[in-house]
Every structure is written in C-alpha cells, then in structure tokens.
C-alpha cells in the first residue's frame, strides 16, 4: 500500500537558471552571427568613455607635479637639458644612416614604401586582459586586418587582428603563448619568441646557443623593427638547454600614440 | 522601483568602470555586485563587453563570458543552498 507524503517536495524554481541559460546562448550567439556589428556598436559606446577616462586620468596625474621642491626641479630640468643636447646629437646620427640605409635600398632596387598613420590608443592593458590595444584608425583610415603597428619609427609592437570602420584592436606580440618569428640582429639567426603577456617574451635555446645580454631581436622584414631585447639569461647546469627572457625595449604601456602601417592598396 | 532604479544606476556605474578601470579591478567590483543583487544578469554583458572590445577573435567558449557564466550560477547555487 501506497502512502501520500505528508510533506510534499518543493519544486525548486527553476526559472533564474533558465534564464541565466538563455542569455549566455544569446550572447554566444550574437557574438557568432554578428561580430562585427556587435564590435562597431559597442566600440561606438565606449569610445566617449575612454576619451573621458584619459582626460581624466591624465588631469590627475599632473596633480603631483605641483608637490614637487624647487631644487629637484632645477636638477631635474638640467639632467633633461642634458639628454636633450645628447638625443639630438643622436637624431643627426640616426637621420645620415637611414638616409644611407635607404639610399642602399633603392639601389639595389627594393625600396620601402609604406606610410605610417599616426593614431591615438584608446584602450590598454592593463584595462585590456588580453594584451590587446584598441586604437583609434580603422578601415576608413586604410587599417586593414595584418597591418603592423609601431610604438616608434623602429619598436614594432604588433599587428591589427580586428578592424572596424572607425577602430582597430591590435594584439601585441608578446600575447600570453602567442609564437613570434623573430632574427637576432647580431648573428642573423632565426628563432620563434614565446609570449609572456606585458610585453615579456621567452626563448628556450640550447646552451651554446650564441644570444647574449642586451641582443636585440628584430621583426624579418626588408626593414629591421626591434620587437625585444634580451634582459636576463637563466642558465640551469642540469639542462642543456638555456632560458633567455626578452622585453620590448620601451614601455609600451605608458604610451599614447602609436604609428600604423598604412595599406597604400 | 527603487531596486529597479539602483540596479540602473549601477549598470550606468557600471559600464563607465569596466571600461577605464584596470581589468582585476572591474573584475572585482562585478564579482561583488553578482554576490550583493540577487541573480546579477548584467555581469553576463558586462563580461561580453570585455570578449568584444578586448578579445582578437570571437572563439567559443568567449573567456569572461564562460567565467561569469559559471561564477554567476555557483553564486545561485549557494545563495539558494544558505537561504533554505
């Protein structure tokens, strides 16, 4: 014989995970069927934030200088005269290479003629937690998906994988796992740099590989970009092989600008 | 309508955080948002925000969508699991 329970079970609600459910497909959805509507439209909202947010940040940041004593201004003005007068000497020196550099170039008929745009950096890590950069060129600007970026005329940072009408999101090399071909300026050696995320890459080499400290590793292109320079050499007696740890040699975070190869095409 | 109001203001607040703050910050700050509001839908768009603007590609499964995704039914979980 059967007995009714007296307490019957509750029947939990099962509406809220249905819910969550529903929006997370719808999401995922979305993000399949149109991303780049979905891109254009949110990049559109949050372009006047991260205007605000710079303006904002920027202003702050200034607030400090006021604080600063009168001596520590006149040194710190002085050691900066100084390195301007040694930079400039520097520039003249830079300016006569490339000049013969391209001079060189052109006579052995190759000649690099790409434009550079210059562009304004919306949004960085560590805002980003990808180790991307949202830049503001896009298509209508000639930005096409592969185009190199550049923090300076010769620090390459990264390529373009994303581009709308108005933005672009570049990912930096050094994108955590992400494998860079790269040649070491001093010998010409081809190796594959290993992302580490912030700008920091790794290389496995065996131990009688010839990279030492302070080797610059370039970009294999007609024209040479740094891409990193090593900065520290972990050398284990119980490998044979050697860990070389790079960085980009400026600090690609604090950066406001950067330059964009242009596609002439 | 006063808990309509302040989830509203909250999205507003929101949205202006995660984009200019640094990312573990908003991460944070939307963790303790989907334990303070009963069932926190919004960090499901507020972690798409993060794939679409930040992410190179969209690749299943989107990294903080599936997190929050996941976070944000564990929170239900337990939340129901304390209160019966």
């Known amino acids: 014989m059967n007995y009714p329970l007296r307490n019957k079970p ?3 609600n ?8 529903v929006l997370f497909l719808i999401f995922c959805l979305s993000g399949f069927l149109f991303p780049n509507t979905l891109r254009s439209g949110l990049y559109s909202l949050s372009r006047p934030l991260w205007f605000l947010g710079g303006g904002v940040s920027s202003s702050f940041s200034k607030v400090k200088e006021f604080f600063v004593f009168r001596n520590n201004l006149i040194s710190r003005n002085l050691s900066l005269e100084d390195q301007v007068m040694h930079l400039e000497l520097k520039q003249v020196d830079y300016e006569t290479l490339q000049k013969e550099n391209q001079d060189l ?8 003629s790409s434009s550079h745009i210059i562009s304004r950096v919306l949004s960085r890590p560590p805002q980003s937690p990808y180790d991307t950069f949202v830049i503001d060129v896009g298509l209508s600007d000639g930005v096409t998906v592969g185009s190199k970026v550049y923090i300076s005329d010769s620090i390459i940072i990264g390529l373009v994988a994303e581009v709308t009408p108005h933005t672009s999101l570049v990912q930096l090399f050094s994108t955590g796992n992400r494998k860079q071909e790269s040649t070491l300026l001093r010998t010409g050696a081809s190796f594959v740099l290993e992302g580490l995320g912030g700008a920091n890459f790794k290389l496995d080499v065996p131990k009688d590989a010839d990279v030492l400290w302070g080797d610059v590793f370039v970009y294999p292109s007609l024209s040479s970009s740094v891409i990193s320079a090593v900065y520290y ?20 975070f604090s950066s406001q600008w ?3 190869e242009k596609n002439n095409g | 309508m006063d808990k309509i109001f302040i989830r509203i203001v909250a999205f507003i607040i929101t949205f202006g955080l995660v984009v200019n703050l640094p990312w573990w910050i908003s991460v944070l700050w939307l963790a303790g948002l989907t334990i303070y509001f009963p069932l926190y839908l919004e960090v499901l768009f507020f972690c798409f925000l993060f794939d679409t603007l930040y992410l190179p590609r969209y690749e299943f499964p989107y990294t903080a969508l599936s997190v929050a995704f996941v976070f944000l039914l564990l929170v239900y979980f337990i939340r129901t699991r304390i209160r019966t």
């Open chain 1, 10 to 12: 509750k029947h939990p």
């Open chain 1, 14 to 21: 099962r509406a809220p995970i249905i819910s969550v459910v």
């Open chain 1, 105 to 112: 170039k052109s006579q052995l008929g190759r000649s690099d």
């Open chain 1, 233 to 252: 050499i972990d050398t284990n007696s119980q490998s044979a092989f050697k860990t070389i740890y790079l960085r980009t040699p400026i600090n690609v």
């Open chain 1, 258 to 260: 950067v330059f964009v």
